[in-house]
């Protein structure tokens, strides 16, 4: 059987905490912040923990050595 290697579009998106969480950047700040309200501004600041159904994609196909 041979190595699985990791989608190089999944390690710069996502990273794997301590305790196997899928830690991934918010949505929505690459451009148009002039029409997104302050408060959505605010809330999107750093990373967010991704859903358990989500995360469990995103691990096994995409970060399966993570």
Do not use: C, E, Y
């Amino acid at each position: 059987m041979p190595k699985l290697k990791t989608k190089s579009g999944a390690k710069k998106r996502f990273k794997i905490s301590g305790t196997g969480k899928v830690i991934m950047g918010q949505a929505g700040k690459r451009h148009g912040m002039i029409k997104r309200s302050n408060k959505f501004l605010r809330n999107q600041r750093g990373t967010a923990v991704m859903f358990k159904g989500d995360a469990d994609n995103v691990k096994k196909f995409f970060l399966p050595n993570g």
